[in-house]
């Protein structure tokens, strides 16, 4: 059983990551920053964060990281905001976390795993979960926030692939989001200069500057101070709640509506993905 100082590290970082959606849905629906410089300031003030936490923590360098990895970071930070410009916040917390896992799995697949019976049961329901919450209603998301919040998540499942062996987490990611910066500058400037869209005001850079720096920066340095404490499943499943706490925010401040669809969806999206992540293997008897 994880220490109460673990449990209340993954709390806080499950929070802070939901904490991301809501900022972001509530800059591009109550604000008139644009969705490119939202992505550019979070991205800024993420790396300018985790920089300082790098530092502090025993004068420690900030490495780590790649070009490749970045760009998938700053493909799911672009994807992210460009989708909230339509999306609810819980309906987009479920999506992103549906094609991160759904990426993660398939790679998984591809590499020749091997899933169990109740396991292809749960990626089923999964798929059903997603596909009902997609087809065309009242109730259904956009389908142009919906499908740029889907290629944000297979962004972040590519991202976090490619850093499960990347060293000390915390630098990596710190390294990946400076680099992500200058690709960001260079969206911000297109926007501008090409389609004319460039806005700001204190409100929505005040709401940029938070989700890079806490519900980021923080996040991340508070969830990988947790994660080496964790047994992997719970690392795991505990990520479901994400989605969860992302609709209630926005139910709470957002004022946004809880529909059935929604509901039955993320109940068949997050239980699918559940029986995935803990239905393990029978152990092998040796004599």
């Given at each position: 059983?994880?220490?109460?100082?673990?449990?209340?590290?993954?709390?806080?970082?499950m929070?802070?990551?939901?904490?991301?959606?809501?900022?972001?849905?509530?800059?591009?629906q109550?604000?008139?920053?644009?969705a490119?410089?939202?992505?550019?300031?979070?991205?800024?003030?993420?790396?300018l964060?985790?920089?300082?936490?790098?530092?502090?923590?025993a004068?420690?360098?900030?490495?780590?990281?790649?070009?490749?990895?970045?760009?998938?970071?700053?493909?799911?930070?672009?994807?992210?905001?460009?989708?909230?410009?339509?999306?609810?916040?819980?309906?987009?917390?479920?999506?992103?976390?549906?094609?991160?896992?759904?990426?993660?799995?398939?790679?998984?697949?591809?590499?020749?795993?091997?899933?169990?019976?109740?396991?292809?049961?749960?990626l089923?329901?999964?798929?059903a979960?997603?596909?009902?919450?997609?087809?065309?209603?009242?109730?259904?998301?956009?389908?142009s926030?919906?499908?740029?919040?889907?290629?944000?998540?297979?962004?972040?499942?590519?991202?976090?692939?490619?850093?499960?062996?990347?060293?000390?987490?915390?630098?990596v990611?710190?390294?990946?989001?400076?680099?992500?910066?200058?690709?960001?500058?260079?969206?911000?400037?297109?926007?501008?200069?090409?389609?004319?869209?460039?806005?700001?005001?204190?409100?929505?850079?005040?709401?940029?500057?938070?989700?890079?720096?806490?519900?980021?920066?923080?996040?991340?340095?508070?969830?990988?101070?947790?994660?080496?404490?964790?047994?992997?499943?719970?690392?795991?499943?505990?990520?479901?709640?994400?989605?969860?706490?992302?609709?209630?925010?926005?139910?709470a401040?957002?004022?946004e509506?809880?529909?059935?669809?929604?509901?039955?969806?993320?109940?068949?999206?997050?239980?699918?993905?559940?029986?995935?992540?803990?239905?393990?293997?029978?152990?092998?008897?040796?004599?």
């Open positions: 059983m994880p220490s109460p100082r673990v449990m209340a590290l993954t709390v806080l970082a929070i802070a990551f939901a904490g991301n959606s809501l900022l972001c849905r509530a800059a591009l109550h604000t008139s920053i644009d490119a410089s939202f992505t550019t300031i979070r991205l800024i003030a993420g790396a964060m985790l920089v300082l936490v790098v530092r502090l923590r004068g420690s360098r900030v490495g780590g990281g790649n070009w490749l990895s970045a760009l998938a970071l700053f493909a799911y930070a672009a994807g992210f905001s460009f989708a909230y410009r339509s999306l609810p916040a819980g309906a987009g917390a479920l999506l992103l976390f549906g094609a991160v896992q759904a990426t993660m799995i398939g790679h998984g697949l591809l590499r020749g795993e091997r899933l169990l019976r109740w396991q292809v049961v749960g089923l329901l999964a798929l979960g997603l596909l009902g919450l997609l087809l065309p209603g009242l109730s259904a998301p956009p389908l926030g919906a499908l740029l919040m889907l290629g944000a998540g297979v962004a972040w499942g590519v991202y976090s692939l490619r850093g499960k062996s990347g060293g000390d987490p915390t630098r990611t710190a390294g990946n989001f400076l680099r992500a910066v200058p690709i960001a500058v260079a969206l911000s400037a297109f926007s501008a200069l090409t389609l004319n869209a460039a806005s700001l005001d204190s409100a929505g850079v005040c709401y940029a500057l938070a989700s890079g720096a806490l519900a980021s920066g923080v996040g991340y340095a508070i969830w990988y101070t947790a994660l080496p404490a964790l047994p992997a499943t719970n690392a795991a499943t505990v990520q479901l709640s994400v989605p969860v706490i992302a609709a209630l925010g926005g139910i401040f957002l004022g509506p809880l529909t059935l669809r929604l509901t039955l969806s993320s109940v068949a999206i997050l239980g699918g993905i559940a029986l995935v992540i803990l239905e393990k293997r029978p152990a092998v008897s040796r004599r």
